[in-house]
């Protein structure tokens, strides 16, 4: 029960966490509108800084199906796709919720979906291929 290192990088509350399955990332979100990837394997060097959202990003979720994608969820309202291995902008972004998004999680079946939920009270089910929202619950 040792501390292994210290990485200061957010200049806020830390709000999401996420270990890359097999690369060696830790991926963090924060309330100051930033995310950060780390290469843990290199002393926890920061890879790269996100800063699309415009309001504090409250989750992240890798999608199981293309572990080169992730998505982040802001109060700005927004879904965001990200793919790991290129620079700085997003793929694209998801609009719907009328709050704040604060949950993301991909469906690890056969379909290419993701579902997030929001301070609107609604829970959205995604196909991130078409970009379209399926349902709302």
């Known amino acids: 029960m040792e501390k292994v290192k210290t990485v200061e990088g957010h200049g806020d509350f830390i709000r999401s966490i996420i270990v890359h399955p097999s690369e060696a990332y830790v991926i963090t979100s924060s309330d ?9 394997e290199k002393d926890f060097s920061l890879t790269r800084t996100l800063d699309e959202h415009k309001h504090f990003v409250m989750g992240l979720a890798f999608n199981p199906k293309d572990l080169t994608k992730f998505g982040s969820v802001s109060m700005d309202k927004t879904i965001k796709i990200w793919n790991l291995t290129t620079e700085g902008k997003a793929n694209f972004t998801l609009n719907g919720h009328k709050a ?3 949950t993301i999680d991909f469906y690890k079946g056969d379909k290419p979906h993701l579902v997030t939920g929001s301070d609107d009270h609604t829970i959205k089910v995604w196909d ?5 929202c399926l349902q709302t619950l």
């Open 128 to 132: 991130y291929q078409t970009k379209q």
């Open 32 to 40: 100051d509108a930033k995310i950060k990837i780390w290469n843990y």
């Open 100 to 102: 704040s998004v604060n």
